[in-house]
């Protein structure tokens, strides 16, 4: 039986026995900010079990997608190890909403196991709560299981809880003994693989309040999950997992790209590595999710990672990761259509960063040898079996090495590490960041984590005005002096405290008597710290009426700022994707900052057709919608964005901008996207692997960007002309230094002359640019001779260049002309030319010639001497 049999055969049977056949939800829960991944078949009914939700059925049943990673399920270290754990497992459940309840559950479950599916029941064991009388009385009486395979266990094995507080209730579990020793209970959840749970029925009956008291249920709900790929291996007869019809294809082509054979536990670890993390990563891609430096980010590189570390020991150097996408879309893709749909981007993703890390991973190992080697030879650290902190930092900080990828490396040495002086070093790492990066009351020096020493006139919270007003009639509830500053608390205020990357609110407080200075705000137990400058020792008294008013110019700036997120993030995701989140924003008067998970730089296009649209869009006169103070699960249910790891009340803010964009904000925006004005990016980077930025400007921004870059412009330009010029200086300079370099040819001619009945004659072939230089030598061959006839030669763009000069004596008492000496020496060279007696210039077609013509020179001397 095929593994895609198995699971269809599940769905039918409970589709028979009247549940709806739901989809798999996305692994990447982006809709609820407490998981990083769907970690089980219930995750989309929390909502049921809460309470807080319906559905138009009450009888479910899918194959869930689920990944386990982190918190205590977390079955990472596990992976590869054994045959049974997985970080990506599909999960097969069957649900009951107030319906069935634990009769049902049992029977049909004992039915699917050993009616369809036909297993020996002599292997199955049974468990159930310890005080669970009644799920124990229907496996003993509505099945027919050997009543000694059912077995009592506590709350750690057979008690399932939401939370601390919440939904709970007792579990039935399912276990199968494959060993020869089947018949005794010993085996049951002792953490063997030979004596594995198959399925979990929980029935959830109690809620537990704050107290840890139990209170029933008035509606009893069934959540059941058993592992496919476990119950696939048992049906197929399979010592292992990972031989089952469902990895063998992508071990088969580990196999294939590496040569080597599926066959020493050594080289089935890393195959078994490798197959199982290529469809964690390729699942939590496809639904959205990106490697990167935090949250579910950083938990798929540290996969990653992993994955490319383990296939090193297969001698699989270049990334290879990639490849094994298409072998996993062509095997899952008709049951998760989406991996097929998305399995380009998904190998993108995966290249780009498994060659970011193989830039180092080479480079990372070498080190970890060397650590090692260092304590196995050197004397002084004898006996140390353990990898220092500082070491694994630097495999972490330098190259890119997860802390629990160095701890595999050490085990497989017989090492440990130093975990907690790596996580001192980390702690001291990021304190230097937060420090350096801290604006936080850096004018006045104050950090404030209580109202120890305020003069409190009031206890109530502060009532926040700023979404409807920048001015604000308000009292003095509480004051305190600090560091020369007053600290005044109010009870309600139109002042911004920083929250969720936009920054303080500035302004004043205005007394009957003065305005005082705002220069910073902080909360405090729901109270508003206002720090402002009173240089004038001006008394603030609790119980005084003053007004708060913010910066309104300044207010401004921020909210067009604010809202241009909204709208940026939006754009990004419809452009590039929906795998665009936010990861980090920087929101104040002068511009935007935005950074967002994505796997490779902007094009210009696409900066070009993002900006588009959101211009676009702000022309839309699109008028904000704000629901304020709305229950948590009814703006889930709006549908609006929200992100893993941000902290939700049970009552938020949503912002609304028509059908653009919508998302949990609890910031200041403007009444309406045309108040933005115009929306300008001025750059885009990487900040980290897979998370990129993009600084914009709006409004009077942009002005000033248009006015600092035309200044610029004009800069550039008289720059130009200044350059122009001094290039034109220097060329003339250099032209001069080469010409000089050149007049040592004269002084060689001059070396070296004939006689024709007793005139000196200097003549040679020299090295001319042009013309104009080939003169200029004949000059300065004049110059330097007494007397005498000199005749210069040089090929010029390919053709003859000739120079003839005649001292004067010689032009005086010989009557001998340069211009007639040329004109017979142009002939030559096929060409003609004249001058004067003391100098003349001719050219000829000829350059060939030129060696020829120069033993003719005397020749022609002597015959202009006998006219």
């Known amino acids: 039986m ?37 970690n089980a078949g219930m995750n989309q009914f929390k909502d049921v079990f809460l309470g807080t939700g319906t559905r138009e059925y009450k009888r479910a049943a899918d194959t869930q997608k689920c990944i386990r990673v982190s918190g205590k399920h977390n079955d990472l270290e596990e992976v590869g190890y054994d045959t ?17 309840y634990k009769k049902e559950a049992i029977k049909w479950g004992w039915e699917l196991l050993t009616k369809v599916w036909k297993l020996p029941k002599e292997r199955l064991w049974a468990t159930v709560y310890r005080t669970d009388d009644e799920a124990f009385s229907f496996w003993k009486n509505e099945t027919d299981i050997n009543p000694k395979h059912i077995l009592r266990f506590d709350e750690k094995d057979n008690f399932w809880e939401m939370g601390e507080t919440g939904p709970c209730g007792p579990c039935s579990e399912i276990h199968i003994n494959l060993c020869d020793d089947y018949e005794n209970p010993e085996w049951v959840n002792a953490g063997k693989q030979e004596c594995i749970e198959l399925w979990n029925l929980v029935f959830i009956q109690y809620n537990r309040d704050e107290k840890g008291t139990l209170h029933e249920l008035p509606a009893k709900h069934v959540d059941t999950g058993m592992g496919f790929e476990r119950i696939c291996a048992v049906l197929q007869k399979k010592n292992s997992n990972y031989d089952t019809d469902i990895f063998t294809p992508l071990i088969d082509a580990v196999s294939a790209m590496s040569g080597v054979k599926y066959k020493s536990e050594e080289n089935k670890i890393p195959m078994r590595v490798i197959a199982d993390h290529v469809r964690t990563l390729t699942f939590a891609i496809t639904d959205g999710a990106v490697p990167g430096n935090e949250g579910r980010g950083y938990v798929l590189r540290r996969i990653l990672r992993r994955a490319a570390r383990y296939g090193r020991k297969l001698n699989l150097k270049k990334p290879f990761l990639s490849e094994l996408v298409d072998v996993l879309a062509d095997t899952m893709g008709n049951v998760f259509p989406e991996i097929k749909q998305k399995k380009d981007y998904v190998k993108k993703i995966i290249k780009a960063e498994e060659e970011n890390f193989n830039a180092t991973l080479d480079r990372g190992i070498d080190l970890f040898e060397e650590v090692v080697n260092k304590l196995e030879t050197n004397p002084a650290a004898a006996g140390q079996r353990t990898i220092p902190g500082e070491d694994i930092f630097k495999l972490y900080d330098t190259y890119g090495f997860p802390v629990d990828l160095t701890n595999i490396m050490a085990k497989e040495k017989g090492f440990t590490i130093d975990e907690a002086g790596f996580n001192k070093l980390m702690e001291e790492q990021k304190q230097k960041g937060r420090e350096a990066s801290k604006e936080k009351f850096a004018s006045v020096n104050i950090a404030i984590s209580d109202l120890k020493g305020f003069e409190i006139a009031e206890e109530k919270d502060t009532e926040f005005t700023g979404y409807d007003e920048l001015k604000s009639e308000a009292k003095i509830t509480g004051h305190k002096k600090e560091n020369g500053n007053d600290l005044v608390l109010l009870n309600k205020t139109p002042f911004y405290v920083e929250a969720g990357g936009q920054i303080d609110d500035l302004g004043e407080i205005v007394t009957d008597k003065s305005k005082l200075k705002v220069i910073d705000v902080t909360k405090v137990d729901n109270k508003t710290v206002h720090i402002i400058e009173n240089e004038q020792g001006v008394l603030v008294l609790p119980g005084t009426n003053v007004i708060a008013s913010v910066d309104e110019t300044r207010r401004w700036d921020i909210m067009r700022n604010h809202s241009a997120t909204h709208f940026l993030h939006a754009a990004l995701r419809k452009i590039l994707g929906t795998h665009v989140h936010q990861a980090g924003s920087y929101v104040g008067p002068d511009r935007l900052r935005f950074d967002f998970t994505h796997f490779s730089k902007l094009s210009d296009a696409e900066i070009k057709e993002i900006e588009t649209l959101v211009n676009e869009q702000l022309r839309r006169n699109i008028p904000l919608r704000h629901h304020r103070n709305i229950p948590f699960d009814e703006a889930k249910k709006m549908g609006a964005l929200m992100f893993f790891g941000d902290k939700y009340g049970d009552k938020v803010n949503v912002v609304q901008f028509g059908d653009f964009t919508m998302e949990f904000c609890g910031g200041t925006h403007v009444k309406n996207s045309s108040e933005i004005g115009l929306f300008k990016i001025i750059s885009e980077n990487s900040i980290a692997s897979g998370v990129r930025r993009i600084e914009a400007v709006t409004g009077s921004g942009v002005e000033k960007y248009i006015v600092h870059q ?75 001779i007494k007397t005498g006839v000199g005749v210069l030669f040089s090929e010029v763009e390919g053709k003859a260049g000739i120079v003839c000069v005649v001292s004067d004596d010689l032009i005086k008492e010989k009557k001998l002309s340069a211009g007639k000496i040329i004109g017979g020496l142009a002939k030559l060279v096929g060409g003609g030319g004249g001058g004067r007696p003391h100098l003349a210039t001719a050219g000829g077609k000829d350059a060939g010639r030129i060696p020829s013509a120069l033993k003719e020179v005397e020749k022609i001397v002597s015959e202009f001497l006998l006219v």
């Open 84 to 100: 049974y754990h997985h970080t990506f497992f599909e999960m097969l459940g069957n649900w009951s909403f107030g319906d069935y």
């Open 2 to 38: 095929t593994s895609a049999e198995i699971r269809q055969q599940f769905l039918d049977f409970f589709k028979n026995k009247g549940h709806r056949i739901v989809q798999s939800s996305p692994v990447v829960p982006f809709d609820d900010p407490t998981l990083l991944f769907t």
């Open 710 to 784: 035309l200044e610029l412009l004009k800069q550039n330009e008289e720059k130009l002309a200044e350059l122009t010029e001094e290039r034109k200086k220097l060329e003339k300079e250099n032209a001069e230094l080469k010409l000089r370099g050149k007049l040592g040819q004269v002084d060689s001619v001059i070396s070296s002359f004939s006689e024709v009945s007793g005139i000196k004659i200097y003549k040679a072939k020299v090295d001319a640019a042009n013309l104009d230089e080939l003169k200029y030598f004949g000059d300065e061959l004049r110059n330097k």
